[in-house]
Structure formats: C-alpha cells, structure tokens
C-alpha cells in the first residue's frame, strides 16, 4: 500500500482507539496513541532505505525482513518506547498494543496488493502477494479521508472510524470475489493453466493479468469482466548454459529471480557480447514490459554490466547498461 494511505489508515487507528476506556480518559494516552498509530502504520517501510543502496538491494530487501513477525514486533516495541519518553505517565501496555495492532495492520494490507511481502520470513522466504488491491486503491484512500473529516467537524471516531474499518473489511471480500471470478475466467478459457497472477489497476474495473500454463505464458486484460488476451509467449525452460549460468550470478538478476512469480527471458548474441534479458509479465504497459533485469556479458561470460528495475524506453535501459558502450 502507498505511503498515503498507510498514514491515513493510521491516523483512522488513533481515532478507533478511543474505544479503548483507558485512551479515551486519558488526553496523554490518547496523544501518544495517536502518535505511535500514526508512526507504526509507515514504520516497516522505512526500509526504503535500501533504495539508497541501489536497485538490487532495494528489490530484494523492500517488504521483506522489515515486514516479518518478529520485525513486527521489534517495530512496536521501537516506536513505542520511542514515543513513552516523552509520555511517562501514560499506561505503556496500552500504547504498546494499538502501536502494535497498527504494525500488524500494515503488514497484513501489504500481502493484499501484487507486489506483496515476505509476511512469513524467516519462515517462509516465499514473496506473499495475493493481488486484489491496488498499491493506490482510491476507495480505501477517500474512506479514510472521509472518515477523518467527519472526525475532525464532531463525528464520534469510535463510531466513525468502527464503520469505516467494517466498510474497507466488506470492500476487500468484494475484491478477493472479484479476482476469484477472473481466474475462474482463465481456467475455463485456458487448458493446463498452473498459475493466474492479477494485478489490480488504480481504476476499479481493469485488471492486468498474467497466466502460466504447462506450456505457454499468456497476458490478458480484464475490462468491465471481459478478458482479452494481449500477448502468448512459449514456456521454456532456463538453458543450462554457460552464459545462462553466468547470468544467475548476477546480483541484479538473483533479486529479480527471488521476487518475480511469472517471467519469460530473452537471449541476444552479439559480435563482442551477450545480453541476457529477465521480463516480468505482470507489468505490462503501453504494449512494454517495463520491469526487467539484464545483463551483458563478454566472449568468457564475464559480467560487463547489467541492471533490475522499472524502465520505460529501451533508450534509457541501454543508457542504464553503459560500460558495454
């Protein structure tokens, strides 16, 4: 989920809060609530930090650890400590657990959108992407917003805030309805389907969808429940190949590998060098692919140069891979 929606889903937190007797009597308790509801609802990503480190790192590592169960805790524990230095007066096991609750609420909203998290690290190192809800849903963002507004010109937030909770609860049963009807779409449209991947777009009724069957990937679009199928790729198989096996050495590749679910490559051979090229099928843009990783290597499969991220003309990509030229 963006960060705009997280803030204002914590902010609706700190006003749901005043259900509890202990923050509604207590005007400190409520204000280092509302604080710790705010900060715990964006607190896991603060990991894009790793951006800073470069694309890689940032892909491999966003959403990951940072979004486990025990860094859940180490969250509520971090920012309420945090926020009781200041507010030493104030029942710490009350604000712990709303800081707590608005952490896990993060987290858990995160596994709903199509870029997911590693919600089961170190459990689990498997990428949790359910793929309903849009990273930006504008129904959640303007009931959230709604919700403030009504709190902030006299609505009573318990009551506010309960319904707006309850509402978002029922619209996410309608979304996981409305991706449950599409990849029964896809199965019924399409033999040996293995995996249906969906990616919600920001508007309500279009849908991007990518399909593995035992021998094909296929990309589709959902509009208004009509499905067209936009592009069919082969499936094959990695090569096992030197230059293949040079390429997965790639840091650059190994993150995309880990993250993406649906991916077909591409292989061109040059007089000096290789490129190796990694697609995600989820992404698709104005007829692009715009998500990739690639790599070139020289005539011993030495690594020259490569890159894993979002790129919109294949200008920019060869500018990204510039020590080949």
């Known amino acids: 989920?963006?960060?705009?929606?997280?803030?204002?889903?914590?902010?609706?937190?700190?006003?749901?809060?005043?259900?509890?007797?202990?923050?509604?009597?207590?005007?400190?308790?409520?204000?280092?609530?509302?604080?710790?509801?705010?900060?715990?609802?964006?607190?896991?990503?603060?990991?894009?930090?790793?951006?800073?480190?470069?694309?890689?790192?940032?892909?491999?590592h966003h959403r990951g650890a940072s979004h486990s169960p025990i860094a859940v805790l180490l969250w509520s524990f971090l920012v309420s400590g945090s926020i009781y230095l200041f507010y030493l007066d104030v029942s710490y096991l009350h604000l712990w657990l709303w800081v707590l609750f608005s952490v896990f609420l993060h987290v858990f909203v995160d596994i709903f959108n199509a870029y997911g998290t590693q919600a089961l690290k170190p459990f689990v190192d498997k990428w949790i992407a359910i793929g309903f809800i849009n990273t930006f849903d504008p129904f959640l963002f303007a009931i959230y917003i709604a919700g403030i507004m009504a709190w902030v010109l006299g609505a009573d937030p318990r009551y506010t805030f309960g319904i707006i909770f309850f509402v978002a609860f029922l619209y996410y049963i309608k979304r996981y309805l409305d991706k449950r009807e599409i990849v029964h779409q896809m199965k019924d449209h399409l033999d040996g389907v293995e995996k249906v991947v969906t990616q919600p777009t920001i508007r309500h009724n279009i849908w991007r969808i990518a399909v593995t069957t035992d021998e094909h990937f296929y990309v589709a679009r959902s509009e208004n429940g009509h499905i067209r199928i936009q592009d069919k790729f082969d499936r094959k198989p990695l090569p096992e190949t030197a230059e293949m096996n040079a390429a997965l050495q790639d840091k650059n590749v190994k993150s995309f590998i880990n993250f993406s679910p649906v991916y077909r490559y591409e292989i061109e051979r040059h007089e000096d060098y290789v490129e190796v090229r990694f697609i995600d099928l989820r992404y698709r843009a104005r007829d692009r692919y715009p998500f990739v990783a690639v790599v070139t290597l020289d005539r011993f499969y030495n690594i020259i140069s490569s890159y894993t991220g979002w790129v919109y003309s294949e200008g920019k990509l060869q500018k990204k891979l510039e020590p080949l030229t």
């Open 1 to 60: 989920m963006d960060t705009a929606t997280h803030i204002t889903m914590g902010v609706a937190i700190g006003g749901l809060a005043t259900i509890d007797p202990a923050v509604q009597q207590d005007p400190a308790l409520f204000q280092a609530v509302f604080i710790g509801a705010i900060v715990g609802s964006h607190a896991p990503d603060f990991d894009t930090l790793f951006k800073f480190k470069g694309n890689a790192t940032y892909i491999r």
